[in-house]
T-cell receptor
């Protein structure tokens, strides 16, 4: 089944404790991205990757890192999480770029205390 | 930068039509999108329209695009309780490097 898989789905942690949210897609998609969803703000893009070893900042990249060492995986790293990063996070992928239908994971709810 | 606006909430009765509206400021996009988000789930692509089209119909869904007014709408005919969800419109920004979402419209369908 074609899908985008995120882990964990839920995480409660404390300020300053490094965490990684994994994202994997099995559709051989070139393009992957991360969004955060906050009430009333829709989804805002954090980082995106056009292809392996190519990443770029989105709208709200501060406090986040990503890597794209393999085509299928695009982890989101919070080196020193803070409470303002409490949010619902989505990973998405598409065949070749932003101007194509995006396939979304089911989301990761992060709570930073 | 790009700004995409939607009303926050819409309530309709089962069997009625729903119309969800969206306005955007700039678009160089080939497509404009509607996504549906059900509780606890990710966003599911509902439909999209090519930017050179005025209308697209897909079963109960009708998308209208008015490029002059930068207005996009989604009409759901014969709305069902299973259509209750949050609906997002989305558009690619002028730089062509980012997908911008509206804030989402929560559709509530009353039996």
């Amino acid at each position: 089944e074609a899908q985008v898989t995120q882990n964990p789905r839920y995480l409660i942690t404390v300020t300053g404790k490094k965490l990684t949210v994994t994202c994997s897609q099995n559709m051989n998609h070139e393009y992957m991205s991360w969004y955060r969803q906050d009430p009333g703000l829709g989804l805002r893009q954090i980082y995106y990757s056009m292809n392996v070893e190519v990443t770029d900042k989105g709208d709200v990249p501060e406090g986040y890192k990503v890597s794209r060492k393999e085509k299928r995986n695009f982890p989101l790293i919070l080196e020193s999480p803070s409470p303002n990063q409490t949010s619902l996070y989505f990973c998405a992928s598409s065949l070749a770029g932003i101007d194509q239908p995006q396939h979304f994971g089911d989301g990761t709810r992060l709570s930073i205390l | 930068g790009e700004d995409v606006e939607q009303s926050l909430f819409l309530s309709v009765r089962e069997g009625d039509s729903s119309v969800i509206n969206c306005t955007y400021t700039d678009s160089s996009s080939t497509y404009l999108y509607w996504y549906k988000q059900e509780p606890g789930a990710g966003l599911q692509l509902l439909t999209y329209i090519f930017s050179n089209m005025d209308m697209k119909q897909d079963q109960r869904l009708t998308v209208l695009l008015n490029k002059k007014d930068k207005h996009l709408s989604l009409r759901i005919a014969d709305t069902q309780t299973g259509d209750s969800a949050i609906y997002f419109c989305a558009d690619v920004n002028n730089a062509g490097n980012m997908l911008t979402f509206g804030g989402g419209t929560r559709l509530m369908v009353k039996p």
